[in-house]
């Protein structure tokens, strides 16, 4: 009986040896399922007249129409009641009359004077002119003061009115909370024994209150499925359940498309599955429905053919392959719609493009810069915000101070502006590789290569003999470490700490040595100062005044035989030789970042020599969701795409063209480097 009552939904297909991935399937109804964040408003009950209410979390009872709101205990029963009740306030009158007119009068005085709210009751002959709306005596008497200060007779008179019904909020004990005629609460709540998650409404109608449920889809399916199968003992397999959940997704949409008036009813959903092999068997099958003829799988046909075939080893596909009806497996998170809402060319060898997406997660939006490399006049170089470590900028302020046609934001950087990986400008390095992440050298002659560099600095005497070993740069040491400081630092240095000699070269020659250094020397233009704790320091104590010395700086791959005189440090890489090689693993970077949706800027360099740049816009459901590494370098590849990088993202993500912002940032941020493609 099991078998058959989970075949009653599953067993509805006979060819489905591929997945359906190439049909634009996203019909008016289910895009604006999509742009709906994929959100079904099921009602729950009508016509009740109450219901107990448990907050699973400390949570908030909001008013619709004038966004008020409750706060509900954690645990703690409440209770929700439709009531009609006759209530009674305060007003406090200020003048009587026959005489409408001096009553208007009065009224405009008032008002000016600043009182709130106003009304001219008639009763019989008489105009009265009232002031507020009080709880009763106590409240009015501050106002009732002020009145008669400004020399108005007043007294108090006591109002009834009758409302209509609205629904009444009370505690264990059996006293008024709150009331509304519409109100909602977000997270998870127990209603009698039954738990929902999403936002639940109490709405009040002609026959009592009606209740609804806005929850996820997949919140759904795994309800229905744990009322419908979660009682069973044993459960059904996992390739069941599977193929459960996608007849399941299918059911509801088609009931849903049907109807499209976004408020269903499922006697089926008695609120939230917490069953794990049923909502691991959703997730698994996010997005796969069935559909004919790129349109959903009418499930009320064929069913009295339904036959329980289940075999040892099946798996999802297998297992509807055996019933009766030809149907296809399109898989939703495969599909995308796009259109191209800018293509312009903002300058011979330079052109933007801005495209929408529509995928089964939401709305994306991608902006793209294509630059021809072989376009002379036209280069790609690093900016550092400020010329220095410490800065921070807006991208659009140093695209328009550094007078170039465009950028996009570049490596990361710690708060205080100091970049967080390889950074090298004209020639000179201003900071080093972290953990030999992958960075994007451009050469003199505007060739772009991709590869994780490793970087040591070489001190050298004037035969090539090798002096001392550079760890770092524009950075304090660590214990046995020797970094140097250039220009890019700052005016001056950082204060040393106790136990470190501090060398300063000028002109490829010792100026001055200084030991147990306690920092603040100005840096040379046309030099760099040296600084060694440890066992480097010895090494930098037995140096003279006047001897010459070099520096030079070694990376591998060798990028300074390859002619590269600038780069920026990012990572991972996306691509490789036309392949995806997303290295997040192997060079340390952190789960947000190699995970899930988010904005994301990337670099990639086409075959026939094009440097694109990509931002695409996140963490805004309405406008775009963002995109994943993998999805990225996926697209990428479609454009031709041979060696790819990801940048900083986040809030960071932003392109700029011709001093306008042409994405939409996530957040309002000031960064530290960039990419700017300049004109000479």
Known sequence: ??????????????SLSQFNTDAAFFSSDMEKLIRAGRTITVQLEDGINMVMVKPNQDDTLYRTDDGQGFKLSREQLYILRVEEKVSSFMQIQVFASKNQAKANQVYRELIEQGYQPIEIVQEGEWFKVRVGHFAGTEQAEATK???????????????????????????????????????????????????????????VREQGMEIVNSCSLAELISGIMETELGQHNPLPAEEQLKAAAITYRT????????????????????????????????????????????????????????????????????????????????????????????DAEVIWGLRYQEIEQLTWWGPRVISILELDLERTGLSVEPVLAGGKIAGLA???????????????????????????????????????????????????????????????????????????????????????????????????????????????????????????????????ENGYIIIASGQPRKKLAEWAIGDQISYRDQYTPDWGGRGVVSAVGAGPRLIKDQRIAITSVEEGFQADIAFGLAP?????????????????????????????????????????????????????????????????????????????????
Not at 1 to 14: A, G, N, S, T, V
Not at 170 to 197: A, K
């Open 145 to 203: 003061k002020q009145l008669e200060q400004a020399s108005w007779g007043v007294w108090l008179v006591r109002k009834k009115e009758s409302r209509s019904a609205r629904i009444y909020l009370y505690g264990e004990q059996g006293q008024e909370l709150f009331s509304g005629r519409s109100l909602y609460v977000n997270g998870v709540i127990e209603l009698g024994d039954r738990s929902y998650n999403g936002q639940t409404s109490f709405l």
């Open 394 to 524: 807006d991208l659009n302020d140093m695209v328009t101070t550094s007078g170039a046609l465009a950028g996009i934001n570049g490596g990361y950087y710690h708060y205080s502006g100091r970049p967080l990986g390889l950074l090298i400008i004209n020639g000179t390095i201003i900071s080093e590789p972290i953990k030999a992440r992958t960075a994007i050298g451009i050469t003199g002659n505007n060739q772009i290569l991709i590869d994780r560099v490793k970087w040591q600095g070489m001190i050298e005497d004037p035969t090539g003999k090798e002096l001392l070993v550079i760890s770092g740069v524009n950075r304090n040491p660590r214990q046995d470490e020797a970094v140097i400081f250039n220009k890019y630092y700052g005016k001056t240095l950082p204060a040393m700490g106790a136990g470190t000699v501090q060398v300063t070269v000028l002109n490829q020659q010792i100026y001055r040595i200084t030991t147990e250094a306690a920092g603040q020397e100005i840096i040379p």
């Open 251 to 342: 059911n509801v949409l088609a009931q849903l498309f049907n109807d499209f008036d976004w408020k269903l009813h499922f006697p089926e959903y008695k609120g939230s599955g917490n069953n794990k092999a049923i909502r691991d068997a959703v997730q698994a099958t996010t997005g796969i429905i069935l559909t004919e003829n790129n349109q959903l799988f009418p499930l009320t046909m064929g069913r009295e053919r339904v036959i329980p075939l289940v075999q040892p080893g099946d798996d999802y596909r297998s297992l509807l392959q055996r019933a009766k009806i030809k149907a296809e497996l399109t898989d939703l998170t495969r599909l995308k719609t796009e259109e191209i809402k800018v």
């Open 600 to 680: 994301r800027s990337a670099l990639g360099v086409t075959a026939n020599n094009r440097l694109l740049l990509f931002t695409v816009d996140g963490r805004q459901p309405e406008l775009s969701i963002g995109i994943s590494l993998q999805e990225l370098a996926e697209y990428m590849l479609n454009f031709g795409v041979v060696d790819g990088v990801n940048l900083d993202g986040g809030g960071s993500a932003r392109m700029v063209v011709r001093g306008f912002t042409m994405n939409k940032p996530s957040a309002k941020r000031v960064i530290s480097n960039g990419l700017l493609i300049n004109i000479h």
């Open 1 to 14: 009986m099991l078998f058959k009552r989970i075949l009653f939904y599953l067993l509805l297909i006979i």
